[in-house]
């Protein structure tokens, strides 16, 4: 039954072809998303060999985020660290992201997405977190040093002038010592700017304080047994780490960094694999009623059920295992090219080979043959059922299950999707969305199982404005002939194009909520000031504004995260009158009134959390510890406020940078002075000032990104469905080649025929995407429901984008007929009719 | 359009004939009022060399308007062969076929898939008819693939004829063989085309349907004036026509007119013993 099986494969190459595609592009994903992922640890481990504190010294950060000012150490802890016995030398350290470096032309140099960090120049070289290469220790704060990877990208050498620009300054500096980069922690790998410690502390913090202290134990100490001294002098404010453990947590905090990479690696495969095993369900089922009267046969000569079903199974392993193959190859090359767009990039990732770990061959072949063999099992076992009398019969007579269990099983899911829907809707927030998200998914399933039940009258239906003519009738007929597999093509095409459109309008709704909230939220102010990494500049920039010829007024925003509760929540502080002027806060309770006074205004969701209301008091934790609050009132949602509000002073108090985040500026009336302010900030290249419509556009960005996402997706799952319906024209025209004789006999001509099979294809289509459209509007505008409070204020159906994914279908429809159709109308009439 | 073609085609015909005149000899007026097809010195040889084989051995034969005639023949004697080459589903080796005037032999693909759509009607043994369309829209599937307008007044008689009316509505899987093969005669007759070919069209029905269709093609003859080409292997089929063409080993052997099925027999015996004399 094997050899069977094999021979099966070998004598139907062809048919075969579009399932290994399959396959493979699945596998090729699982593969190429481990292989970087693992490359890149690897790559990445060999630095963390190059950390060099036997014991590393940080503070328990309260927030754990990563923006904002970083939790640190003060002078004294440094001091009774170094008083602990076994203690060698006890050295702090600063280490601070979102700092910019300028190049030469004054334009921050491109990073590729990795932040850059500012630090302290070491006092002791044996446990600094990077290693001193060439020049001398930078001193005050018109000396620096930079990376070495940094350094000869921007074509910067020792003696140069460099700018660069910090959470709260910008400075210029001669460079005098190249530096490695970060050799451990989140920072490894990334550019790197020094300074001597105090003025690292000045620019990088604005304030004294230390991020780590490295300690280097004594000749014959135990680096465990000192680190319990430590933590037992200092208490559990600190957290205390060996050069073991370090390594470790900085392996999984590189994990938590890339493995965005390897998420949108692994979605795409897992997209890949759900659209292609309906592909290969299809294949199957059309190879097995194909072969019948040979399966047939094998039973009559004495064959057991369990050993025609085996030999079609065997068939389902030798593509699997074949697409696998292929598909970690593939997957292989992947991971190279990226490897290969990393080192062009000149980022200073260490080199390794590419690394194939057992288990991600281990993984591709299980993930392709598991998937390959569990699609061909249905074929499979109804092969097996075919009647040892059939092989005698002219015309086999399927053993067909009736549609009924289908559509029990399918009308139960459907059911279930919309007790979820309900119970979903209900749920505000983002439980609320997924819970849609899962009934989405349940209804999908559910119309995969009962659209043969209606996929007859919905093609006529679609397809009526094609007119009445042969062709198109007969095209009609046949895309209505087999519901099953019509239904089965359609859906891997439903399944693509309800992500698609959902995902869609979700975006085109947070973009439209974006715009609306930011018109209602910058109120009467002209300008907005903002920087980009570093997210926050200097108390200076407001002060020199305030100056310029025109402007009547500047209200500054401060902003850091804190805890409320177990939630992460955005803390602001703003200067009197922002909330009556730039920004229009709308309250549901409460008055402004208790800002002054050191309260606090919390929006509405957090409040409903906490189960808060006006008055009462609250905990909020940052850097600087727990601070009670007392509720002055509740903010209504507010796209630039959805934050804890509280004063400049109280925010001051709790723990809050004296750096500002936005600014809003008033000109006076008839002033426009945005190019005074733009020509007086030409020193911080960071800094942007826009205008209320370049705001929104820059407020936009990220969804931008996400819609480049949402196209390659889109992309891909267009490609397999288009192989599926290849593939379900391809052996329609074979199981119908005495048909197509027929009818080239009796006069259609092959232009006819084209447009027959072309017909056919756009029905399936059609049919496919609006199902799809539908469930995936309906949905994504649910989910914009449950969402109102959180982010999405606004629904917004981008009908236009809609009907064009419409009319991509119907032209991927014509697409998949090309080549299906030209073998068709290459059929040898005389031979067509003689066909068994 | 059809008509159109029809035109061009017999002036292209008209056109070749005069240029190759001296090859082959002019049709006179009075048989192309009388001939509806013609195969003229038509070889079909198969592989080459030690394998090969020819089918059709220099074959000419005239099929009249108006007339049922029947081609029988052992297995592998050629008849199926030359009733393909006659309806333009095969080109010969050499010698040509004329459908009226109009030299079929050398037309392009298309304009064969068109003529075999205006001016010829075709019944198979088996899978005539498609099966996702009714019985009648498989009758007038000619006519509207050329886009034509049907002759309703017709279209009544040979549905008449063909005694089907109310199972007209029906998909092919609900009539039995019998009915099958008369839908598939009406088909072939719906265009009013210049002949009607039939390749064994009682292979595969008993005596009873056999009879209805084969009653079916001698009344389009004898009442429509239809011209009908058959090829059987059975005597009583034959008789129904009334003209016997007897083919052995690609060559024109016999031929019989007025057959009633006994004289069919003789004719058949008798090639018989000369083939195994020869033999």
């Known amino acids: 039954m094997v050899r069977l099986g094999l021979r099966s494969v070998l004598a139907h190459r062809s048919r075969f072809v579009l399932c290994t595609v399959a396959v493979l592009l699945g596998t090729a994903f699982v593969g190429g998303a481990m292989v970087f992922t693992d490359t890149l640890s690897a790559a990445l481990k060999k630095n963390f060999s190059g950390s060099t504190a036997d014991i590393t010294v940080t503070p328990v950060d309260p927030v754990g985020v990563r923006t904002g000012r970083p939790a640190t150490l003060t002078s004294d802890?440094?001091?009774?660290?170094?008083?602990?016995?076994?203690?060698?030398?006890?050295?702090?350290?600063?280490?601070?992201?979102?700092?910019?470096?300028?190049?030469?032309?004054?334009?921050?140099?491109?990073?590729?997405?990795?932040?850059?960090?500012?630090?302290?120049?070491?006092?002791?070289?044996?446990?600094?977190?990077?290693?001193?290469?060439?020049?001398?220790?930078?001193?005050?704060?018109?000396?620096?040093?930079?990376?070495?990877?940094?350094?000869?990208?921007?074509?910067?050498?020792?003696?140069?002038?460099?700018?660069?620009?910090?959470?709260?300054?910008?400075?210029?500096?001669?460079?005098?010592?190249?530096?490695?980069?970060?050799?451990?922690?989140?920072?490894?790998?990334?550019?790197?700017?020094?300074?001597?410690?105090?003025?690292?502390?000045?620019?990088?913090?604005?304030?004294?304080?230390?991020?780590?202290?490295?300690?280097?134990?004594?000749?014959?100490?135990?680096?465990?047994?000192?680190?319990?001294?430590?933590?037992?002098?200092?208490?559990?404010?600190?957290?205390?780490?060996?050069?073991?453990?370090?390594?470790?947590?900085?392996?999984?905090?590189?994990?938590?960094?890339?493995?965005?990479?390897?998420?949108?690696?692994?979605?795409?495969?897992?997209?890949?694999?759900?659209?292609?095993?309906?592909?290969?369900?299809?294949?199957?089922?059309?190879?097995?009623?194909?072969?019948?009267?040979?399966?047939?046969?094998?039973?009559?000569?004495?064959?057991?059920?369990?050993?025609?079903?085996?030999?079609?199974?065997?068939?389902?392993?030798?593509?699997?295992?074949?697409?696998?193959?292929?598909?970690?190859?593939?997957?292989?090359?992947?991971?190279?090219?990226?490897?290969?767009?990393?080192?062009?990039?000149?980022?200073?990732?260490?080199?390794?080979?590419?690394?194939?770990?057992?288990?991600?061959?281990?993984?591709?072949?299980?993930?392709?043959?598991?998937?390959?063999?569990?699609?061909?099992?249905?074929?499979?076992?109804?092969?097996?059922?075919?009647?040892?009398?059939?092989?005698?019969?002219?015309?086999?007579?399927?053993?067909?299950?009736?549609?009924?269990?289908?559509?029990?099983?399918?009308?139960?899911?459907?059911?279930?999707?919309?007790?979820?829907?309900?119970?979903?809707?209900?749920?505000?927030?983002?439980?609320?969305?997924?819970?849609?998200?899962?009934?989405?998914?349940?209804?999908?399933?559910?119309?995969?199982?009962?659209?043969?039940?209606?996929?007859?009258?919905?093609?006529?239906?679609?397809?009526?404005?094609?007119?009445?003519?042969?062709?198109?009738?007969?095209?009609?007929r046949n895309a209505e002939r087999n519901p099953r597999r019509t239904s089965a093509t359609a859906s891997a095409l439903m399944i693509a194009v309800a992500l698609i459109s959902g995902l869609l309008v979700i975006a085109a709704s947070a973009k439209a909520s974006i715009e609306r909230d930011i018109t209602d939220a910058i109120g009467t102010s002209e300008l907005v000031v903002s920087s980009d990494d570093p997210a926050t500049f200097s108390p200076a920039v407001a002060d020199r504004i305030g100056k310029v010829a025109g402007v009547e007024s500047v209200h500054r925003v401060r902003q850091q995260q804190g805890k409320a509760g177990d939630r992460t929540v955005q803390v602001s502080g703003v200067s009197d009158g922002t909330l009556d002027g730039p920004i229009t806060a709308k309250l549901d309770a409460g008055s402004l009134d208790g800002l002054g006074g050191g309260q606090a205004l919390v929006p509405r969701t957090l409040a409903k959390t906490l189960d808060l209301s006006t008055g009462e008091t609250f905990d909020l934790t940052t850097n600087t510890g727990r601070h009670g609050l007392t509720v002055a009132g509740i903010l209504a949602p507010n796209r630039q406020l959805n934050a804890i509000v509280v004063s400049l002073p109280t925010y001051a108090s709790i723990g809050g940078a004296t750096t500002d985040s936005v600014l809003y500026v008033d000109a006076a009336p008839g002033a426009s002075p945005a190019g005074a302010i733009r020509a007086e900030l030409k020193d911080y290249p960071t800094i942007q000032v826009r205008d209320q419509q370049a705001y929104v556009a820059s407020a936009r960005g990220p969804v931008n990104v996400a819609l480049g996402v949402i196209g390659m997706l889109l992309g891909l799952a267009i490609l397999i469905a288009i192989l599926g319906i290849v593939n379900t024209l391809a052996l329609g025209v074979v199981e119908r080649t005495r048909e197509i004789g027929l009818l080239r006999a009796i006069g259609m001509d092959r232009p006819q025929l084209r447009r027959m099979l072309r017909v056919e294809s756009i029905a399936i289509c059609l049919l496919g995407a609006l199902l799809g459209l539908a469930i995936g509007v309906v949905f994504a505008a649910s989910v914009q429901r449950v969402m109102v409070d959180d982010g999405l204020s606004v629904l917004d159906v981008p009908v236009p984008q809609l009907l064009v994914a419409v009319l991509l279908a119907g032209a991927v429809g014509v697409l998949a007929a090309l080549w299906p159709s030209r073998r068709a109308a290459r059929l040898d009439v005389l031979r067509a009719i003689a066909t068994e | 359009m059809a008509a159109g073609w029809r035109l061009v085609g017999g002036w292209l015909a008209a056109v070749r004939g005069r240029v190759g005149g001296a090859k082959e000899p002019r049709v006179d007026s009075v048989r192309r009022m009388s001939v509806a097809v013609r195969g003229s010195g038509l070889w079909k040889r198969y592989g080459s060399g030690q394998t090969q084989v020819d089918a059709l051995a220099d074959v000419t034969a005239e099929f009249g308007q108006g007339r049922f005639t029947a081609i029988m023949g052992p297995s592998g004697s050629g008849k199926s062969t030359l009733l393909h080459c006659l309806a333009g589903l095969d080109k010969p080796t050499a010698g040509q076929v004329f459908v009226g005037d109009l030299d079929i032999t050398r037309l392009p693909e298309k304009q064969l898939t068109h003529l075999r759509r205006d001016r010829i009607g075709f019944v198979f043994q088996a899978f005539n008819l498609v099966p996702t369309l009714t019985a009648l829209e498989n009758i007038t599937l000619p006519l509207d693939l050329a886009g034509r307008k049907f002759d309703q007044e017709w279209l009544d008689t040979v549905i008449d004829t063909i005694g089907l009316k109310d199972r007209l509505g029906h998909k092919p899987s609900e009539l039995s063989g019998g009915q099958q093969q008369r839908v598939a005669c009406a088909r072939a007759l719906a265009a009013r085309p210049d002949v009607v070919f039939a390749d064994e069209p009682t292979g595969n029905l008993d005596s009873r349907s056999s009879a209805d269709v084969l009653a079916f093609l001698h009344r389009s003859v004898r009442d429509f004036g239809q011209t009908v080409v058959m090829v059987t292997h059975d005597p009583t089929a034959a008789s129904y026509a009334d003209r016997v063409l007897f083919l052995a080993d690609g060559e024109l052997r016999s031929e019989l007119l007025d057959p009633t099925a006994e004289s069919v027999l003789d004719t058949m015996k008798q090639l018989d013993a000369t083939a195994a004399a020869a033999g």
């Open chain 1, 77 to 476: 802890t440094v001091q009774r660290i170094a008083a602990v016995p076994g203690v060698a030398g006890a050295n702090p350290e600063l280490l601070v992201r979102d700092v910019q470096i300028l190049g030469a032309d004054g334009k921050p140099t491109e990073t590729y997405g990795l932040p850059t960090y500012g630090g302290a120049w070491p006092r002791d070289a044996a446990t600094a977190p990077f290693r001193v290469l060439d020049g001398r220790p930078p001193w005050g704060g018109s000396q620096l040093a930079l990376d070495q990877s940094t350094a000869s990208r921007e074509g910067y050498v020792v003696g140069d002038q460099v700018r660069v620009v910090t959470g709260t300054e910008a400075v210029t500096a001669e460079l005098t010592a190249i530096t490695s980069p970060p050799l451990s922690g989140p920072a490894a790998g990334a550019p790197l700017v020094t300074f001597d410690p105090a003025t690292a502390q000045l620019l990088l913090l604005g304030e004294p304080g230390w991020t780590s202290v490295g300690v280097a134990v004594t000749a014959g100490s135990d680096p465990a047994t000192v680190s319990q001294a430590i933590t037992k002098s200092l208490g559990d404010n600190v957290q205390v780490r060996t050069a073991d453990q370090v390594a470790a947590a900085g392996e999984n905090a590189l994990d938590d960094a890339f493995g965005g990479y390897s998420a949108v690696l692994v979605l795409f495969a897992g997209l890949a694999l759900f659209v292609g095993a309906f592909l290969i369900v299809n294949t199957f089922a059309m190879l097995v009623v194909q072969r019948s009267r040979e399966l047939a046969m094998l039973r009559a000569i004495g064959a057991s059920r369990g050993q025609v079903t085996a030999s079609v199974l065997v068939e389902g392993l030798v593509i699997g295992a074949i697409g696998s193959t292929l598909g970690l190859l593939l997957g292989i090359g992947v991971a190279a090219g990226i490897r290969f767009g990393y080192r062009r990039l000149d980022l200073s990732i260490p080199d390794v080979a590419l690394q194939v770990h057992p288990g991600t061959v281990v993984a591709c072949y299980l993930v392709g043959i598991v998937v390959t063999v569990a699609a061909a099992y249905p074929a499979a076992r109804r092969a097996g059922r075919f009647p040892p009398m059939a092989a005698l019969r002219d015309e086999v007579a399927l053993p067909e299950r009736s549609l009924l269990f289908r559509l029990a099983i399918g009308g139960f899911m459907l059911l279930m999707a919309v007790v979820l829907y309900l119970i979903g809707v209900r749920a505000r927030g983002l439980t609320g969305a997924v819970l849609l998200a899962f009934a989405a998914a349940i209804t999908l399933l559910g119309v995969v199982m009962t659209s043969p039940l209606v996929s007859r009258y919905a093609v006529r239906a679609l397809m009526w404005p094609f007119g009445r003519e042969a062709p198109v009738i007969l095209g009609r």
